[in-house]
């Protein structure tokens, strides 16, 4: 199994940036990829962004693309998620997650709060 802890949420003005890190620990190694997804509040949960763990290719929702940049360091077993341009809609709780099945993601983090203020 995967644990996932994530960190670096917080609040910010539009327009301003926030790096939020995820950190993995357990069977890292049996990894596919990682993503970052987020619940606005009263919506559901939508996917962000994702990384391939063995190519480093990636992958955006169309909302992120050119603002957001997600990275990985898979000798720290981190998975950082840049947010640039930020704007209100951004507000939501992000969550890191894990394939580690090849087909799904089917591990979870328990979500860090980003707030954004106009």
């Known amino acids: 199994q995967v644990q996932l802890v994530e960190s670096g949420g917080g609040y910010a003005q539009a327009g301003g940036s926030l790096r939020l890190s995820c950190a993995a620990s357990?069977?890292?190694?049996?990894?596919?990829?990682m993503g970052w997804f987020r619940r606005a509040p009263g919506k559901g949960r939508r996917f962000v962004a994702e990384?391939?763990?063995?190519?480093?290719?990636?992958n955006y929702a169309t909302s992120v693309e050119g603002r957001f940049t997600i990275s990985g360091d898979n000798a720290k077993n981190t998975v950082y998620l840049q947010m640039n341009s930020l704007k209100p809609e951004d507000t939501a709780v992000y969550y890191c997650a894990a394939d580690t099945s090849g087909g799904e993601y089917d591990a979870w983090g328990q979500g860090t709060q980003v707030t954004v203020s106009s």
């Open positions: 990384i391939s763990r063995r190519s480093g290719s990636t």
């Open positions: 357990g069977r890292t190694l049996s990894t596919y990829r």
